[in-house]
């Protein structure tokens, strides 16, 4: 199918008949989107908890969160509050204005980090993150070159597209990388010998969300900080996906016991009020000076709220702890059917599938659960909301073993 909005919408635009791009076929409604995302069968009304309620009355229970987004599942009465108290009191004054909400915000995301980074710059989206350890990188080594890993993602955008493995084939689509890049494998030791004097940065997500729940875990995170070290370049943890108590730690920083240079979190921060951190340690934060990095939405009173709700719920209601107990309860009683073994950590958890992934995701929501696919095309990823609990994985790994393996 095309597009979600076809599914019960016989209305028709009368501008479709002559509408140039994603013209619509008889009958079909043109919603005036930009088709570049391939649509799930699903057209979510309602949420509330880890359910979705569908436009055809279907309950679907929510293994994805949007992406890693919605880790407080959906309707959670402190954030819904937080952000309407501050909608009330005031919307948005830009980062020239000081507000208490801001300074509350870095205060908390810097307390519940709990690791060696004292300075945090709040922007919009996970690749603005990255665009920005990038930029404070090679202003603090002057350096031309940037490693990453094979298999990784960190964005769209011109500098965090050019560190993205394959994007290059898929929709890179600027004429040249602003940098010099290099990549290298996965989990690799001899390949760290490649990050050397002329490297200014090496871009590491420590779990692979894209790239398949795929953890480089603690001993090769630890030689790559002693390589970096070695060579004075900076260690950058993309933690967009991993990080905000994903694997039930804080960040996977915390989970593995290495310290970056900086870490750039988004997605679970905002539980879906788009809001993006940098965090920064202070031989980085030495670095910065006035107009050194800018932005107008980053670091907006309801985006501040929304994080400050965030870490107020992950710290009151146990979610850490939870995270890690019911992810725990699923790799335990989730080898059944066409799944064989598990990867990633806490709610980034890769499900091996001995059949292609996408079936397997499509059969699951024929079931009223949805999961996520990787670009490893033998990967399911299971990206629950944090209040998800065992019951809910009762009803996955019943799905699961119905499923032919
Ligand atoms: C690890 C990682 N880095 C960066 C990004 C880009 O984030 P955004 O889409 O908010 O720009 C993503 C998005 O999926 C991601 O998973």
């Known amino acids: 199918m095309s597009s979600v909005a076809s599914l019960d919408s016989p209305a028709v635009d009368a501008a479709a008949a002559s509408s140039p791009a994603g013209a619509a076929a008889a009958g079909e409604r043109i919603d005036h989107l930009a088709h570049v995302f391939a649509q799930y069968p699903l057209e979510v009304v309602s949420a509330e908890g880890v359910w979705l309620s569908g436009a055809r009355g279907e309950r679907v229970l929510d293994l994805y969160g949007g992406h890693a987004v919605a ?27 000081p507000m208490e909400v801001r ?80 990549f290298i494998p996965r989990r690799d030791f001899a390949a760290l010998e490649q990050v050397s004097e002329r490297t200014a940065a090496v871009i590491v997500e420590p779990i692979q969300g894209v790239g398949g729940a795929f953890d480089l875990g603690a001993p090769y995170l630890q030689a790559l900080r002693r390589r970096c070290d070695e060579t004075g370049a900076v260690l950058i943890f993309d933690e967009v996906q991993c990080g905000m108590g994903r694997t039930g730690y804080p960040f996977a920083a915390n989970l593995y016991g290495v310290t970056p240079d900086m870490i750039t979190t988004a997605k679970a921060l905002g539980n879906g009020l788009p809001v993006a951190a940098l965090l920064m340690a202070p031989r980085v934060a030495a670095a910065l000076k006035l107009d050194a990095l800018g932005t107008t939405f980053g670091g907006g009173p309801l985006a501040c709220a929304a994080v400050e709700a965030v870490i107020e719920a992950l710290e009151t209601e146990g979610l850490l702890e939870r995270v890690r107990r019911v992810s725990g309860y699923l790799r335990a009683t989730c080898l059944v059917g066409p799944v064989t ?64 393996a």
């Not at 959670?76 to 020239?96: D, M, V, Y």
């Not at 603090?140 to 094979?150: F, G, K, N």
């Not at 091996?352 to 992934?357: I, L, V």
């Open 103 to 182: 300074t509350r915000a870095a205060q908390r995301l810097i307390r519940f980090a709990a690791l060696p980074l004292d300075t945090v710059f709040f922007v919009n989206s996970g690749a603005e993150a990255n665009e920005n350890a990038l930029k404070m990188a090679f202003r603090l080594t002057q350096r031309p070159q940037v490693i990453a890993l094979e298999h990784g993602f960190h964005g769209r955008t011109a500098a965090a597209g050019a560190l993205t493995w394959g994007a290059a084939q898929k929709w890179y689509g600027f004429p040249r990388t602003p940098f010099d890049v290099g």
């Open 71 to 97: 880790a407080l599942g959906y309707g959670h009465p402190g954030w819904t509050r937080a952000l309407i108290e501050q909608a009330k009191g005031c919307q948005f004054q830009s980062n020239a204005v």
């Open 341 to 404: 073994a598990h990867q990633g950590a806490g709610w980034l958890t890769g499900l091996r599938t001995t059949r292609p992934a996408a079936q397997i995701q499509a059969e699951l929501l024929t079931r009223g659960i949805l999961v996520g696919t990787a670009s490893d095309p033998h990967i399911v990823r299971v990206l629950a909301p944090y209040i998800l609990e065992e019951a809910h994985v009762d009803l996955l790994a019943a799905a699961l073993a119905a499923l032919p």
